[in-house]
């Protein structure tokens, strides 16, 4: 279970998820705003989440699963695990199953 702000947590996590991404997220909460280690935090997480998109994974499901580790927010949580249920389906071309002219 991915834990919330105050305990609000929501009852899944994504097994792809790096544990390194949690943590980096966790730290860039807590460290001040301006300075050079959270520039390093964000390109340590810019990595992961190339890495995370070469293994195929869908762009917004990367996304709404960051913006939940950003802020622990329900909301977001709960959005993260409707894109999980429902995923965006890929269009795709079909040549030689009817005649364009």
């Known amino acids: 279970m991915i834990h919330g702000f105050r305990s609000q947590g929501v009852g899944i996590r994504p097994s792809w998820v790096s544990s390194n991404l949690h943590v980096w997220y966790f730290i860039l909460r807590v460290e ?6 959270r520039r390093r935090l964000y390109r340590f997480i810019e990595k992961e ?3 995370l998109a070469e293994q195929n994974i869908d762009q917004e499901l990367i996304k709404a699963t960051c913006r ?9 949580g709960n959005k993260m695990i409707e894109i999980m ?4 389906k890929q269009m795709a071309l079909q040549f030689g199953g009817g005649r364009l002219f």
């Open 32 to 37: 001040k705003p301006k300075g050079s280690k």
């Open 49 to 51: 989440k190339l890495r």
């Open 68 to 76: 939940y580790l950003a802020t622990y927010n329900v909301v977001s």
């Open 85 to 88: 249920n429902n995923p965006p």
